[in-house]
């Protein structure tokens, strides 16, 4: 063949071209960033309006309903999802993938623009409208925690947000936690009517006053001076002497009105860790960057900080990806060093140090090219990636084998160095290209997985063909050219004869190996008997695959056969509480101080100051390695637990957590003394008593975002008939074992005080209800009219009335509204008032209101799959009244949709292979024999899930099967090839058939070997860090991997046997047929 003969030719080129490849794919890999998942761009655009101070139900008539009218005729539209909340907005649309983001995001801000007309006049800010970037969620959050108050945390947290957002690739520092400054004008509404002045007057009275003036210039001598009015206050103080009117023909200041407090807004959130007031500081990047680089400049800045910091006060990384990346990254180049180990290991004792060394290269190579690859193409190293790498580490061997123990055979057949690496490479040059492409068919069709779970795992296949295609050009031209400088064989053949020189044969092929040595006369033994009795072997096979699918149903039990994603060992483990609406922030808090003293240790107790402080108190732990450390809880695992207590607790489309929640974080994962998913369990059973509010405990999920385990969608008009219904289904639900935390998002009741216009009498006075409203607003919510400027930084001036006036509903009856003619009319004259409930977050999908019941499900119990199917089948004859729909989503729509798809590329893939087989040896029935074993070895996959009492994995395993596919047929094409070689020179068909399965004994068990250890990490989990010369017997990356690795291992090991026994006896069963029939 003319690639790998022009290599041998140019053996010095290719050399150089080796060196070349070293540098360069050393430097690609030294900048590729580095991420914990993949860059996912998803078309999803978002539009949030904020309309202060009104109910959800107002906020959907006045601001979402108009602006989904006018996003309904957009194209490529998938799905239209909105919250309305207390003052908020939120509208998420999708498009379907393969949008162009920039594109249809310019769309939306002109139709946004186009609703604007249409939204209330009042309101204080107009519609923000951006895309969703999931690579834009934090890569560190920085808790500042100590007993000097929040407010002391916010100044060093805002010193350290300034620095840090001047590091190269950040993309945004923001500051949760403490207090912000706020200069307060609390108004005094009696003062006002007595002088009547009305509220909206004083307001502007104090805008005009706070302002900088330019009056142009004058011309003085050969001078030019500018003519500037300064206004802006210097001091709070300042504004109590502003005059608001005169009265009586004297100035009332603003000081006989109110007073001007120097303070901090209205305090909407707490935090806490490990019970301790906390401000915490989210850092995000920029698309591309590099995460490890951003995070060593971010510590190197807070180091610097922290010189000047009190010794109480203390930093902690919340959540870290830095930390994950450099575990995935060490866990690729340490697997990269075990797997070359290995491989010369395994191939020292077949072929000798040279030829395993050559073999060997096989792998850096190919990962140096890839890096290379992956540079130019834009890809960072994320944790698909790094798998991919990992999984393709046994197979970047396999065709370096093939074609160096062809070369050394036909060194040991008398050829010379030059002659045995022209020829051997040649001879098997197109069944190795033939079984690459064949693996790289069967990922081929997972390119063109749908969805955020086809952006997630694209990654693999797009990783895999690039490192697999790199592995084949290794082999036919470097390994061929090295073998022609390098290689020798064991025992060089005495030369007798007219074998004394080996000239070129007619027919380059080599002489089939001499069966001896225990090994091969037992294999030709066994092979022999096989072909024998060709009808018993064959069924024997098809029967080995049903009981090894059987055992595998009795292991893991017939009532949880599957899973969607694979359950992990969580880092973190959230829970959540949702309390009454309208709730204060002090009883949101209090619940929370409940929950956390329940996770601590002290269930039951009032959260009293003393009491807290007591269930909070460090305790002392031991981990795995013998590390003693400090954490607020009886749990032996648990390192953190941070709160987030907050006094609005409306929806978020892209919130994973209620507002008010905690986070417990656990240890690392290698110092755990037990698996964290066990105290989940634990933690149910402690809040489950907590009253006042509905307590629900998640683990963190990995891997794309899904939904709930459990989510079901009922559609509708009416809002109360949804929440009779969402009630209804939350009772059936919950009477499934193993499904837990029930709960939908259904509120109704809120404390309102309605007051309803008088509009005729209203009319008389020139007043609208949007006047009568927005004077409201001002009086109760407070409105932002001007703004403060100290030392560089810019504070609200907000005009409110004094909290005991607000907290008396009576003084709503004696505000004043300034009639068209400058009467002063009060608000008892225009409106009554009463007590009423009224509609909390209002949920609308595609234009209909929507009720969602969610659940959680306990996978010690069942797997989620096998529990959405139990309440499917529950809710199948469940009665709904017309006009209303009930639909599973979540993570059980992306369960059906990774269904269908992995279905769909599995078949494709199959198609593929079969079309290269047909067109690699011109024939229907030798591909039908190599696509039957891709089946029986499926017996292997069953073998290997029921030893591990692992379910199947919709999306780990059914891209295991997928993989295996491609890898299982290789082996065969190598030896089908070379039994019609030898059929063709001559040889009878079972002659033949033994020959080329004892020749090619030794490659298929290497290929097989070599690829199983370079998963056994995986599945182990051992991990031997070479830098720090440490074994690891725990390895974290590897929960997410270890049941695709198992069918992989598994089944190439059934397919070895199958390649090895039954595909000869098909073959021969086959040809027997095809002469009998030429012979008729």
């Known amino acids: 063949m003319i690639i790998p003969d022009t290599a041998v030719k140019n053996r010095i080129s290719v050399l150089v071209l080796s ?5 360069v794919g050393c430097y690609a890999y030294s900048v590729l960033p580095r991420e914990d998942e993949p860059d996912i761009t998803i078309p999803y655009v978002f539009v949030a309006t904020v309309y202060k101070g009104v109910a959800s139900a107002d906020i959907e008539t006045s601001v979402t309903i108009p602006i989904e009218k006018k996003l309904k005729g957009l194209e490529g539209v998938k799905k239209i999802s909105s919250v309305s909340s207390e003052g908020l907005s939120e509208i998420n649309i999708e498009f379907i993938p393969g949008t162009d983001i920039d594109d249809v995001l310019r769309k939306v801000k002109d139709k946004v623009d186009e609703a604007e007309r249409d939204l209330p006049s009042d309101m204080e800010e107009d519609p923000s409208v951006f ?12 808790s500042l925690s100590g007993p000097q108050g929040s407010t002391a945390l916010k100044r060093l947290a805002d010193d350290l947000q300034e620095d840090m957002e001047s590091v190269a690739g950040v993309l945004e520092v923001t500051v949760t936690g403490g207090q912000e400054r706020e200069i307060l004008i609390e108004v005094d509404p009696e003062k006002l009517a007595w002088y009547h002045i009305p509220i909206s007057d004083f307001s502007l009275a104090v805008t005009r006053e706070n302002t900088n003036t330019s009056g142009g210039a004058v011309n003085m001598g050969d001078g030019r ?64 960057e590099n995460v490890l680089a951003i995070c060593a400049e971010l510590d190197r800045i807070v180091a610097h900080h922290r010189t000047g910091w009190s010794e109480t006060t203390r930093i902690t990384k919340l959540m870290n990806k830095e930390k994950n990346i450099r575990l995935m990254v060490a866990d690729l180049e340490n697997n990269i060093l075990s797997g070359l180990i290995l491989v010369v290991g395994v191939l020292l004792f077949v072929l000798g140090f040279r030829n395993a060394i050559i073999v060997g290269l096989a792998i850096p190579l190919s990962m140096l090219i890839s890096f290379t690859v992956l540079h130019v193409l834009g890809i960072t190293l994320n944790m698909v990636v790094l798998f991919s790498l990992t999984l393709a580490l046994g197979m970047l061997v396999d065709n370096a084998i093939v074609i160096v123990e062809n070369i050394y055979r036909f060194m040991e057949q008398g050829a010379s160095r030059t002659q045995a690496a022209m020829m051997a490479s040649s001879e098997v040059a197109y069944p190795v290209i033939g079984s690459t492409l064949t693996t790289l068919a069967a990922f081929f069709p997972m390119l063109y997985w749908p969805g955020i779970m086809g952006e997630f795992m694209r990654y693999l296949p797009l990783t895999l063909i690039v490192t697999l295609t790199a592995s084949l050009f290794v082999a036919l031209v470097i390994n061929p050219a090295l073998a022609a400088f390098i290689m020798r064989v064991k025992t060089p053949p005495v030369p007798t004869g007219e074998d004394r020189f080996s000239p070129p044969r007619q027919t380059p092929m080599e002489t089939p190996v001499e069966i001896r040595g225990r090994l091969l006369v037992t294999y030709a033994a066994t092979l022999h008997v096989a072909l024998k009795h060709r009808a018993k072997v064959i069924t024997g096979a098809f029967l080995t695959l049903f009981i090894l699918f059987y055992l595998w149903l009795l292991a893991v039990g017939i009532e949880k056969p599957m899973e969607f994603f694979p359950s992990v060992d969580p880092q973190n483990v959230f829970v959540n509480i ?46 795995r390695k013998g590390r003693t450390f400090s954490a607020p809880s009886d749990f032996n695992n648990i390192e953190y637990i941070y709160a987030n207590s907050v006094r609005r607790f409306g929806s978020n489309l892209f919130a994973q957590n209620s507002p008010n929640h905690l986070g417990i974080q656990f240890v690392d ?65 919950a009477t499934i074992p193993g499904i837990e935390d029930v709960r939908d998002d259904y509120s109704y009741n809120i404390p309102t005080i309605r007051i309803r216009i008088d509009r005729k009498r209203a009319a008389l006075f020139g007043l609208s209800t949007g006047a009568v409203g927005a004077a409201l607003k001002t009086a109760y919510n407070g409105t932002k009219v001007s703004t403060y400027r ?51 977050d209002i949920t609308r999908i595609n234009h209909n209101r929507v009720v969602t019941v969610k659940a959680n499900v306990d996978e010690q119990v069942k797997p989620g799959t096998v529990l959405r199917s139990e309440a499917e089948a529950l809710l199948r004859t469940f009665p709904l009244p017309e006009g209303y729909t009930l639909t599973f989503t979540g993570e059980n729509e992306e369960e059906q949709k990774a269904k269908a798809f992995l279905s769909r590329a599995f ?32 017996g292997g996959v069953f073998l290997g899930l029921a030893f591990m009492g692992y379910p199947f ?91 695709m690795s198992v069918v992989v291992i598994f089944g190439l090991v059934i397919a070895t046997a199958l390649t090895l026994v039954v595909v000869p006896t098909l073959y021969s069963l086959l040809a027997t047929r095809r002469d009998d029939e030429q012979a008729v």
Not at 19 to 23: A, R, S, Y
Not at 580 to 599: F, K, S
Not at 923 to 929: G, H, M, R
């Open 19 to 23: 060196v070349i490849i070293v540098l």
């Open 131 to 142: 895309e969703v970037n999931i690579s834009e969620l934090p890569i560190v959050v920085y």
């Open 225 to 288: 001076y500018q003519l500037r009015v300064p206004g802006e206050f210097d001091s709070p103080e300042e504004i109590m002497g502003i005059v608001v009117k005169d009265h009586d023909g004297r100035p009332v200041y603003l000081k006989e009105l109110a007073r001007a407090l120097d303070t901090f807004k209205e305090e909407e959130s707490r935090a806490r860790l490990n019970g301790h007031e906390a401000v915490n500081i989210s850092v995000k990047k920029r698309s591309g």
């Open 578 to 623: 949702d309390p009454p609406e309208g709730a204060t922030l002090d009883y949101c808090d209090g619940i929370v101080r409940e929950v956390e003293m329940c996770i601590a240790s002290a269930c039951g107790a009032r959260p009293t100051d003393d009491a807290y402080r007591e269930a909070m108190s460090l305790r002392q732990h031991t981990d």
């Open 669 to 733: 994962y290698e110092h755990r003394t037990r698996p964290s998913k066990d105290a989940i369990p634990r933690f149910r059973e402690r809040v489950k008593h907590i009253a006042g509010a509905r307590v629900t405990v998640k683990k963190e999920e990995g891997g794309p975002p899904t939904g709930a385990p459990v989510n079901i969608e009922i559609a509708g008009d009416d809002f109360a008939t949804l929440g009779r219904l969402a009630s209804e289904v939350q009772n059936i639900i």
């Open 790 to 840: 100290e030392a560089g930084d810019e504070y609200d001036i907000t005009v409110r009335m004094p909290e005991h006036f607000r907290n008396a509903p009576e003084t709503l009856h004696t505000l004043l509204i300034p009639a068209e003619d400058g009467t002063l009319i009060p608000l008892s004259a225009l409106s009554h008032m009463h007590y009423t409930g009224s509609l909390g």
């Open 907 to 938: 078949m494709l893939a199959i198609l593929l292979i079969f079309l290269i087989l047909v067109t690699l040896f011109n024939s229907v029935a030798q591909p039908v024999i190599i696509l039957t074993s891709v089946i029986l070895s499926f």
């Open 953 to 1043: 994995g919709i999306i780990m395993s059914g891209v295991g099967v997928i993989s295996l596919a491609g890898v299982v047929v290789n082996n065969a094409i190598v030896l089908i090839d070379y039994t019609n070689k030898l059929r063709e020179s001559g040889m009878e068909t079972t002659e033949a058939i033994i020959a080329a399965g004892a020749t090619r004994l030794r490659p298929v068990m290497l290929t097989a070997v070599t690829t199983v250890l370079g998963l056994i990490p995986m599945v182990t989990g051992i991990s031997i860090n070479f830098r720090e010369r440490t074994i690891s017997t725990l390895s974290e990356t590897s929960q997410y991997w270890k049941s």
